[in-house]
């Protein structure tokens, strides 16, 4: 470590405070419009020439003649249809540093429901058209699981707020869906988001530990959040997807984080993966391994893809359906 590190950490924390208050106090949707110092300075309720100049040189914020607005990068994340939101990105970067904290001093950082949302939130796909292009490419790159569900069902394993199958029943009007989720505070926004986009009636959204679900040969596909699945549940997890599958149904997991060979990525990867192993999470297994995951429990693999939108592997139940 070099001062030099230690500098550039003080001012990505300095910064990381900065954008994480801006949001909280409403400076970034009251900059979405253009607004001048004089304006800035009585939402602050203080003068906030500093403020501004800080915003600006952190790429927050934009010229515009005298006023000041969004950048419009910022802008476009912050917009409700955004594919994944800056805002929930902002909460869970500030949590993750808390979490940092706190597995230094106790070895473990475990999540309220509220946290739980907020991770949650930060990784799923947000409704909107931008969402269902981004799970239309995805069904472009794995057909047998748009073809399985797009008249038949998915079962969604640790469905979070969502963000995929929601999405998904938004585009295929024949696919039902029954979601297994372990966190109320999570499951409620699922609901919500269900009914906002009028798929709730093809929607069983359940509040459980998916180790308890019990369905025998009733799913055409299934995809299972596995980054998000402690060690001491997977192989139960495993064995309830196998059984709920129908004979030849399809299992799709995704490899979300992959460690990279070195440089400043290097160095948040550890802090990254030690909170997530601090709650058993096998943060970053390579696809090899989660296909020998599933191979042991009793799928067979289809194949694995890479695409922009991660890397996946495709497995099914063996057997044809009866
Ligand atoms: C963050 S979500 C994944 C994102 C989601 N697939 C989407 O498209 O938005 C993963 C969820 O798995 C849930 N989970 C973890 N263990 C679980 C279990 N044993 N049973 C049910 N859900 C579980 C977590 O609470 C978490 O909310």
Not at 189 to 214: E, K, N, P, S, Y
Not at 309 to 314: E, T
């Amino acid at each position: 470590m070099t001062i030099s590190s230690l500098s550039s950490w003080e001012h990505g924390a300095q910064a990381l405070a900065l954008l994480k208050a801006a949001l909280d106090r409403g400076y970034l949707d009251f900059l979405a419009s253009p607004r001048t110092p004089a304006e800035v300075s009585e939402f602050a309720g203080h003068p906030a020439g500093d403020l501004l100049a800080a915003f600006e040189g952190h790429g927050i914020v934009v010229r515009d003649g005298e006023a000041y607005r969004l950048d419009q990068e910022v802008a476009a994340g912050l917009a409700a249809d955004a594919p994944i939101g800056l805002a929930a990105r902002i909460v869970r970067a500030d949590l993750l540093a808390r979490q940092v904290a706190e597995v230094v001093r106790t070895g473990t950082a475990p999540l309220t429901g509220d946290e739980s949302l907020i991770v949650a939130q930060s990784v799923a796909l947000q409704p909107g058209d931008p969402a269902r292009a981004v799970v239309d490419k995805l069904h472009g790159a794995v057909p047998e699981v748009r073809d399985a569900i797009a008249n038949g069902r998915m079962l969604d394993v640790g469905s979070g707020v969502g963000g995929y199958v929601l999405t998904a029943l938004s585009l295929l009007p024949g696919m039902r869906a029954t979601t297994l989720e372990l966190v109320p505070e999570v499951a409620a926004v699922a609901r919500q988001r269900a009914h906002d986009l009028g798929v709730a009636d093809r929607a069983d959204i359940r509040v459980m530990d998916a180790r308890r679900f019990h369905a025998w040969d009733e799913f055409d596909a299934a995809f299972w959040a596995q980054p998000f699945f402690p060690e001491e549940t997977r192989t139960e997890v495993l064995a309830m997807i196998l059984r709920s599958l129908r004979p030849g149904g399809v299992l799709v997991l995704q490899q979300l984080d992959a460690e990279p060979a070195g440089g400043p990525e290097r160095a948040a990867f550890t802090l990254a993966r030690l909170v997530a192993r601090s709650a058993r999470l096998p943060f970053a297994r390579p696809l090899a391994d989660l296909v020998g995951e599933a191979e042991a429990a009793g799928f067979t693999l289809i194949r694995t893809l890479e695409i922009d939108l991660g890397r996946l592997a495709l497995l099914r139940r063996p057997g044809v359906a009866g």
